[in-house]
C-alpha cells in the first residue's frame, strides 16, 4: 500500500468509524435521556421501569440484528465486488423482513401488553409504571426496527454522514417531545417511549432522502421478475428465484445466508435479552427497590460503553466487509488494528470518568435518598471496571466472524451474556452482599475459556478471500 493509499484509507476508516459512533447514538441517547427525563420528572421508580422494560427493546434488536446487520455484512461484501443488482436484492429482503416483524410486535402490543409486563415485573409498586412505559414503545415497533435496518444500510451504501445526522435529529426530537410529553402534556412516563418513538420517525424520514440521490447503489426491487447479472447495474430482483453467476440463490437461500451473518451477533444480543431479564428479576428479588435503581444506572452507563463499542463493531463489519469482499488481507487487517486501538482509549476514559464522579452520576439520575445513592456509587465502580472485558469480548467475536471462524464466533455469542446468569445466581445465595461483582467474575472465566479454546482449536486469522 502506498503512502497515499494509506492516507485515503486513514481518513475513509475515520468517517466510518466516527459516523458509526454518531448512529450508536441512538441507543444511548434514547436510553440515558430518556431515564435522566423520567428520573427527574417522575422520580427513581421510573427509571427503573425503564430498565425493566428493556428485554422487549432488546428482543426487537436481536431480530434486527439477524435481518439487517447480517444483510449489512452481505450487502458490503457484494458492493466490495460491484454487484449492485445482488446487493439491492438483499436489501430489499432485509428491509421487508424488518417491517413485518414490527409490525407483528405492533400486534402484540395491543394484546399482550399486560402478559408481558407480568413476566418483566413481580414488584407491586413498579408494575404500572413498566406497563405505561412498554405500550407506546411495542406499538411503535416499526419505527424502531426500520431505524436501526436503515442506519446499516445506508451507513454501507457510502452515506454514513448522512446517517449520523439523521440519529442526531432523532434524539434532539426525542430530547424535545420527552420534556413536552411528560411535563406540559402530562403523560407520564408514557410520553417518554412515546417521544423515542415520534424521534425515530423524523429520523427515518431524513435517511430514506438517501435514495433520493443518483449515486445510492441500493434500491428496492420493484418488478420482482429477475435480477440483473451484471455487476454494473443496479436494480430489481426476483423474490423467488434471483439467478446469479453462482447459480440460483432464491430469497430463502438469500434469507439463510442473512441470518447466518447475523447469528452470532444476534445470539449474542438473544443472551443479552435472557441475561436483562435474569439480572433484574434475581437483583430485584435479593436486593429489593435500592438495587434495581443502582442497577438500572449501571444499565444506563453501559449504553456509554456500548457507544463507542457499537461504532467499532458497526466499522469493522461494514468497512471490514467490503475488504473480505475485495479481498484485501492488508486493509482488513488495518481495519481491526485500528478499532482495537480506538476501543481500548474509549473505554479507559470512559472508566476513569466514573470512577471519579459516580455520586454525580447517581444523582444525574434523580436518586435523592442516601440508600439509594450509597448503592449506585459501590454498584457504578465495580461495573465500570466489568465492561472492559465485555467490550473486548464482542469485538474479538466480530472478528472471528469476519475471518470466517463461525463456531468460535458462535460460541462466544452465546456464553457472552449466558455466563453471567449462573454466577450471579450463585453469588446471589452464597454471597449478596457481593452480587455486583457477578459481571467480572463471568467475563473473566469465558476469557479465559477463548483463549484456552483458540489454543486447542490452532485457530489462524488468516483472511479467505470472496472473490465472487
Known amino acids: 500500500m502506498t503512502e497515499a493509499e494509506k492516507k485515503g484509507f486513514d481518513k475513509e476508516f475515520w468517517v466510518f468509524l466516527w459516523s458509526s459512533i454518531l448512529i450508536a447514538l441512538s441507543a444511548c441517547l434514547g436510553n440515558v435521556v430518556d431515564s435522566i427525563i423520567v428520573g427527574n420528572l417522575i422520580g427513581e421508580d421510573g427509571v427503573s421501569a425503564i430498565n425493566l422494560s428493556k428485554p422487549v427493546t432488546q428482543f426487537m434488536f436481536t431480530v434486527s440484528m439477524l435481518l439487517s446487520t447480517g444483510a449489512g455484512m452481505l450487502v458490503g461484501m457484494e458492493l466490495g465486488k460491484k454487484d449492485y443488482s445482488r446487493a439491492s436484492y438483499i436489501f430489499t429482503l432485509s428491509t421487508i423482513g424488518c417491517l413485518a ?3 407483528l410486535q405492533t400486534v ?29 414503545l411495542m406499538i411503535g415497533a416499526p ?16 452515506s454514513p454522514r448522512l446517517v449520523s445526522i439523521a440519529i442526531l435529529i432523532d434524539n434532539a426530537v426525542n430530547l424535545g417531545c420527552d420534556i413536552i410529553f411528560i411535563q406540559w402534556f402530562g403523560w407520564g412516563i408514557e410520553g417518554s417511549s412515546t417521544a423515542t418513538v415520534v424521534g425515530h420517525i423524523v429520523g427515518i424520514a431524513i435517511m430514506c432522502w438517501h ?46 445466508s442473512m441470518v447466518s451473518q447475523g447469528a452470532p451477533l444476534a445470539l449474542a444480543s438473544i443472551s443479552l435479552t435472557a441475561l436483562l431479564f435474569c439480572a433484574n428479576s434475581i437483583v430485584l428479588n ?13 444499565m444506563n452507563i453501559l449504553y456509554i460503553y456500548n457507544l463507542f463499542l457499537s461504532g467499532t463493531c458497526r466499522t469493522v463489519q461494514s468497512l471490514g466487509a467490503i475488504q473480505v469482499g475485495k479481498g484485501d488481507n492488508e486493509k482488513f487487517r488495518l481495519v481491526i488494528s485500528k478499532s482495537f486501538r480506538f476501543i481500548t482509549l474509549a ?3 470512559t472508566c476513569v470518568f466514573i470512577w471519579i464522579a459516580p455520586e454525580t452520576i447517581t444523582r444525574f439520575f434523580g436518586a435523592q435518598d442516601d440508600d439509594l445513592i450509597a448503592e449506585g456509587v459501590r454498584a457504578l465502580r465495580i461495573f465500570a471496571l466489568s465492561f472492559i472485558p465485555f467490550c473486548y469480548i464482542y469485538t474479538i467475536m ?25 454466577v450471579l445466581w450463585v453469588m446471589s445465595h452464597v454471597a449478596p452482599g457481593y452480587l455486583w461483582y457477578s459481571y467480572l467474575i463471568a467475563y473473566a472465566i469465558e476469557a479465559a475459556a477463548i483463549v484456552l479454546l483458540h489454543k486447542m482449536t490452532h485457530v489462524r486469522f488468516e483472511l479467505k478471500g470472496n472473490k465472487g
Open 286 to 298: 435479593t436486593m429489593g427497590r435500592v438495587g434495581i435503581f443502582a442497577f438500572s444506572v449501571c
Open 211 to 256: 435514495f433520493r440521490y443518483p449515486g445510492h447503489r441500493l434500491g428496492i426491487v420493484g418488478d420482482f421478475k429477475s435480477p440483473s447479472t451484471d455487476k454494473g447495474e443496479r436494480g430489481v430482483g426476483d423474490l423467488k428465484s434471483p439467478s446469479t453467476d453462482k447459480g440460483e440463490r432464491g430469497a430463502w437461500t438469500t434469507l439463510k
Open 347 to 349: 473505554m479507559l476514559i
Open 143 to 158: 419505527t424502531y426496527m426500520m431505524s436501526w435496518a436503515l442506519g446499516t444500510m445506508v451507513g454501507v451504501d457510502g
Open 101 to 103: 416483524f414490527g409490525l
Open 108 to 136: 402484540a402490543g395491543v394484546f399482550f401488553t399486560d402478559d408481558i409486563t407480568g413476566w418483566l415485573c413481580s414488584h407491586e409498586e413498579l408494575y404500572v409504571a413498566t406497563r405505561d412505559y412498554l405500550f407506546p
Open 398 to 422: 466480530v472478528v472471528y466472524k469476519l475471518y470466517g471462524h463461525h463456531r468460535m464466533a458462535l460460541f462466544i455469542s452465546l456464553a457472552l451474556s449466558l455466563t453471567v446468569i449462573p
